[in-house]
């Protein structure tokens, strides 16, 4: 029992590696569950009570994985290939490529991320002459997906309504479309490989006695789905190793359920959950502060978290004029961290949506500082990527009409849209691929199909004769997409990132070399957005704080802490929402190790418009003698006789003090915060002045944008 492994871990992650049942670790973030997990798989194998190949370990995201397979073979002389450790969907995919033939599908079958997903349902409505405005596709979509993610089937389903009836029809339709084409959705992958094992005993079996040990990291965050499907692999006498952290659940949206916590403990009677109490990530005052916002929701499962860290430097509250000022204050900051020989591995700028990123990447440009954003548009989601990889979905599946579509006249080869419609309803009648009709396609169009079709197959004669990568760059082109954007003033860009991905097959490892397409095209439509194209140099890291859960880093920027931002303005109407965004913030706080940094703006463009939004509120529940606020005139508290009707109980004033005044109108000006006796709390958002009159607008909290004169309103200054 005296494995090298657990020298260094504390008696409560001793435990927890050791066990030789089942058992839910619950504990707070940076307690090193993540780390435990790992050492369990490393110590059950070096003490032989597991094979590598006995070892089923399921994370979070890809990079996760990848990082965990990387531990290993450092600390074990393991073939990383031979554990079965990756996200869910990856593992799934991994089954049913293996077991294909049981659920009908074929060997070569493509994952269709959410983009293909999107197209393929909007393709469908077209072919059922069904209206996208009665049938939104968005909404058909998350109506299939979220029913799937339920374990239901269009057979089985119970529809509310006519509406649902309808959505039902076009489940099964759509479901129809893709066994035809032989694709495959996210939801799917993981429906699909659970009945096929829970419709199949001796294939449960199998994997039972294959698998005897099961882990899962982040479990907080698992679905019912993916809990039936974990439960496929637990037998009698496998162990389930599981660890999360409740205050940590930040997909409830996507139908994650904290209650399967408390059904793993009776369902593997598991006992009580082991509880890590140290933490190891962060200091005193950043752990501080996570406990005091987490204190704030209801029904946690409960928790204590502790450091020996030291008390370390207090949190900053930066406050800018504009995203702009917020973004260029925090590239100036990174310069300086930079200067004093911390590298940019080490820092880390976070934000609540996507579309915070623009703002900061150009800061970060401009100040010639490397960044990678992750979680944007992923590397495989950019159309030259697409449109290439389509070729390639082509040759491997010829059924594959989405890709079909995608590329029949990209670049453009002279097939109109007349053409296509002609190819898509001579497919529908005869029930053949959109391939099959294109090769059947005469008059006078037949000259430009025609074309098509031979470049397609002369593709498929040099797959066949060309190692991987050397076919990925001859498809490239040969397509004539090289040609396109080199013709394109603006397509340099597109051509770099196709060579990076002849770069991508090359250094693709594939499980089965004779499958090396198909593997590589599964893998691009599961890569969970984190390629490193400019791997090796030291880069920031910008990423949304869902993307960043599980990590750690030394400095952290959280970014945008304002009112309808973090918390986002769609969890305002639900509790429930709200306590969400609360354990989004605190997954946010605590991946700083030793510095957080904490910014808010007070205008913000965001989708093409300019908002004027008040501090978070979450930054009033931070204890102050936590923070050191950077360019913010000391708060002044003072009680009020009565709060605003839409700020929560408990919710304390605080008088912000403005930076310089840009334009001051009759003792006003646009970003302050104002009140008045009717409309309740606003920021001023645009001032008119002239002769006598001064007016201004007036965003109110509650009542919405008004304009006031400023001779009769009552408007005083907060
Ligand atoms: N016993 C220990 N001694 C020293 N460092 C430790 C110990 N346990 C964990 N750590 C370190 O603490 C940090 C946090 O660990 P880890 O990432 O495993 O925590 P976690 O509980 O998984 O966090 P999260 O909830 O954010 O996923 C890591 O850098 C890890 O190496
Ligand atoms: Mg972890």
Same mark, same amino acid.
């Given at each position: ?19 030789? /049942? ?94 293909? #997903? ?29 029913? =799937? ?12 309504? /006519? ?9 099964? *339709? ?6 035809? @084409? ?5 939801? *799917? ?135 702009? @000022?917020?973004? @260029? ?36 440009? #401009? ?72 090769? #059947? ?51 340099? *860009? ?15 490892? +594939? ?50 802490? *304002? ?16 306590? @969400? ?52 005139? +000391?708060?002044?508290?003072? +009680?009020?006789?009565?709060?605003? +009707? ?31 006796? =009717? ?40």
């Amino acid at each position: 029992m005296n494995s090298e492994f657990l020298a260094g871990l504390n008696p409560a992650q001793r435990e927890a590696v050791t066990t030789p /049942h089942s058992a839910l670790v619950l504990a707070g973030a940076g307690s090193g569950k993540t780390r435990v997990l790992t050492t369990r798989i490393a110590w059950l194998i070096r003490e032989g009570l597991a094979s590598p190949a006995g070892i089923l370990g399921v994370t979070f995201t890809n990079k996760a994985a990848r990082e965990m397979q990387t531990r290993l073979t450092a600390m074990l002389p393991v073939n990383p290939k031979q554990m079965w450790i990756g996200t869910f969907h990856g593992l799934a995919n991994r089954l049913l490529r293996l077991h294909h033939r049981d659920v009908g599908l074929p060997a070569t079958f493509q994952i269709l991320d959410s983009q293909d #997903q999107l197209a393929a349902i909007k393709r469908l409505l077209k072919t059922l002459q069904l209206s996208d405005e009665t049938y939104p596709p968005r909404q058909v979509m998350s109506f299939i997906n979220g029913s =799937k993610e339920k374990g239901l089937r269009a057979d089985r389903f119970a529809p509310a309504d /006519h509406f649902e009836v309808k959505l039902t029809e076009i489940w099964r *339709e759509y479901d129809r479309q893709c066994r035809r @084409e032989g694709v495959v959705d996210f939801a *799917e992958l993981l429906l699909a490989s659970y009945e096929l094992l829970s419709g199949n005993t001796a294939l449960r079996q199998h994997y039972q006695s294959r698998f005897r040990h099961i882990l899962v990291d982040e479990f907080q965050d698992t679905n019912r789905l993916q809990y039936a499907w974990l439960k496929c692999f637990a037998g009698d006498d496998n162990t389930v190793f599981a660890v999360g952290d409740d205050d940590q659940s930040i997909y409830a949206f996507r139908g994650a359920e904290v209650g399967n916590m408390r059904d793993f403990l009776s369902d593997y009677a598991a006992g009580e959950p082991i509880r890590l109490e140290q933490n190891y990530r962060s200091t005193s005052r950043i752990l501080a502060a996570a406990n005091a916002v987490i204190a704030n929701n209801r029904g946690r499962l409960g928790k204590t978290l502790w450091t020996d860290a030291g008390e370390g430097e207090q949190i900053r509250v930066y406050r800018g004029w504009s995203d702009g @000022e917020e973004a @260029e204050f925090i590239a100036e900051e990174a310069r300086a961290l930079k200067r004093e020989g911390v590298s940019l591995a080490d820092v880390a700028v976070l934000y609540r949506s996507n579309a915070q990123s623009r703002a900061l990447e150009h800061a970060l440009f #401009q100040a010639g500082l490397s960044y990678r954003v992750y979680g944007g548009l992923r590397f495989f989601e950019r159309q030259e990527i697409k449109h290439a990889l389509a070729y390639l979905r082509l040759l491997a599946n010829p059924a594959d009409d989405n890709a079909l579509l995608r590329i029949i006249n990209l670049p453009a080869r002279g097939i109109g849209a007349r053409t296509v419609d002609g190819i898509q309803m001579a497919a529908r009648d005869s029930g053949d691929s959109l391939w099959q009709a294109a090769c #059947q396609v005469g008059g006078r169009a037949a000259a430009s199909v025609g074309r098509f079709v031979l470049l397609i197959e002369e593709l498929r004669t040099a797959a066949d004769t060309l190692g991987f990568a050397e076919l990925v760059s001859h498809v490239i082109d040969a397509s004539g997409l090289t040609a396109m954007y080199q013709a394109d003033k603006d397509g340099s *860009e597109r051509l770099e990132n196709l060579s990076e991905l002849v770069n991508a097959a090359v250094s693709f490892v +594939p499980d089965d070399p004779a499958q090396a397409m198909v593997e590589f095209l599964a893998h691009a439509s599961l890569e969970s957005g984190d390629h490193e194209a400019a791997a090796g140099e030291e880069a920031i890291t910008l990423m949304t704080v869902h993307a960043a859960k599980g990590l750690e880093f030394d400095s952290v920027f959280l970014t945008g802490l *304002e009112e309808g931002l973090f918390p986002h303005e769609q969890s305002f109407a639900d509790p429930d929402g709200l306590e @969400e965004e609360r354990r989004l913030l605190y997954v946010a706080i605590t991946r700083a190790r030793r510095r957080l940094t904490l910014s808010y703006a007070q205008t913000r463009m965001l989708h093409g418009q300019t908002r004027y939004p008040l501090p978070s509120r979450f930054l009033d529940e931070l204890p102050p003698e936590l923070l050191h606020p950077i360019n913010i005139e +000391p708060v002044v508290r003072k +009680p009020v006789e009565t709060a605003a +009707p839409w700020a929560p109980t408990g919710r304390k004033t605080r008088t912000p003090v403005r930076t310089a005044a840009p334009e001051w109108v009759g003792g006003f000006r646009v970003g302050q915060t104002v009140t008045h006796p =009717k409309f309740g709390l606003g920021v001023i958002t645009d001032a008119e002045a002239g002769g006598g009159e001064s007016r201004v607008e007036v965003n109110f909290q509650d009542a919405g944008r008004k304009w006031l004169d400023l001779r009769y309103a009552k408007l005083s200054a907060v």
